[in-house]
């Protein structure tokens, strides 16, 4: 499995969405922290945060006898730059061009 699948299938489940989500707004989360926002059990938010881990969207530091995890955002960047911007960018010159065009005196 490449990176970039790891990534798609991360990014595939609303719950590790939400992971991200909650990590984005406050880094640094405990698994018991992240466990409280979540209607499953703990067992099933660590699963996802497997997930998460496998696909480097997520970065777990030990402090004393908790695991802090860190959301990254490279990998999705990364996913960004490879299979969004290149489909908008012609997209958005050919509009740039149409106004152009459209704005030119006859």
Known sequence: MTDDDRVFKALADPTRRFLLDLL??????TLTELERELEMTRFGVAKHLKVLEEADLVVVRRQGREK????????IRLIHDRWIDKYTERHVTA????KNA???PE
Do not use: M
């Not at 984005?24 to 989360?29: I, N």
């Open 95 to 98: 509009l740039v061009d149409l």
């Open 68 to 75: 802090l995890h860190f959301l990254n955002p490279v990998p």
């Open 24 to 29: 984005f707004r406050r880094d640094g989360r």
């Open 102 to 104: 459209l704005e030119e």
